[in-house]
């Protein structure tokens, strides 16, 4: 007899495979965006996870954030720039979020893709850029957060981060609790001073090479990870919008939760009232901003995550 329940999970779980591969189908991405009325509809549903277009509008939403408490990260959004004119003036972009934040006086790390900055055109390329982003950042007392990438591009990261680890104490690194070698990445970073976050995974990846998503499997390996993290005295940020997951990770760790260093970080339009909840409970916490036109991947990653979301995508077009 077929279960019901299984049936769905696997539909639910082909929806999502879907997301995953068209927010990687640049192809699809380019005929969508020249397309106005595609674009113009796309970018309706984009705007319920995204800070705006500019800096300033970024800025300004989490200004709000922090006005109710949350501290911040702010991220421009883009992924595998293969050109270096491009790198150099999108780093140049990141800059100048640098320098608005600390113009503001903004509790705000600025997050961001190494390949964003030209590490797949050439890593000295992308290594030279993210130093003038941390002395930048150094010098106004942000922390710069790199965030996961696909686990092709893992030793790439990974290898750039500890460079620059080694040169600044504020820079962190991202890891994905999903990649089956995480747990010993996380030994590696944590020979390093910056700051760990801990996301699920949500990159379209085999189960040769990661856990699958929903499994109690990851929510094990992700409550190990949180206590290896917390035991070793690191700052660790908990990023994830699972309310089950969050009650675990309270259940698990209790007090450790509320040490210095330690906080939980939710994106913009996602999990704000499990995020307002924390706050008002004495945990340190903090609001995920994205701005700029290349929300694509970023959007589509956010829906597959929970396949349910598109029907909210389908009632944001209606407005």
Known sequence: ??????????????????????????E?????????????AARRVASRYIG????????????????????????YAGES???????????DVFLELAQAIADEGLPSSVSLDLSHLGAVVDAGLGLAHA???????????QEMMISAEGSDR??????????LANEYDHVGITLQARLHRTPRDLERVLRTDGRVRLVKGAFLESEE???RRGTEELTARYLDLGRVALESGHAVTFATHDDALVEALQREHGDRLRQPGVDFEMLLGLGTELLDGLRADGYRTRQYVVFGGEWWLYVLNRIAEHPERVFTALTDLRS
Not at 28 to 40: H, I, M, Q, T, W
Not at 52 to 71: F, N
Not at 81 to 91: I, K
């Open 1 to 26: 007899m077929i279960n019901p329940h299984d049936s769905a999970t696997t539909r639910r779980e082909e929806v999502a495979d879907a997301l995953r591969a068209w927010a990687l189908d640049e």
């Open 154 to 163: 893992t030793d790439l990261v990974l290898g750039l981060y500890e460079t």
């Open 52 to 75: 705006g277009d500019t800096i300033g509008e970024a800025v300004a939403v989490a200004r709000a954030g922090v006005a109710s408490g949350h501290l911040a990260s702010i991220e």
């Open 28 to 40: 699809l991405k380019a005929r969508v965006l020249s397309d106005p009325g595609l674009a113009a």
């Open 209 to 211: 090479i990661a856990l």
């Open 131 to 141: 130093r003038e982003l941390a002395a930048a950042t150094a010098s106004s007392g």
């Open 81 to 91: 720039v293969r050109d270096r004119d491009l790198a150099r003036s999108e780093t």
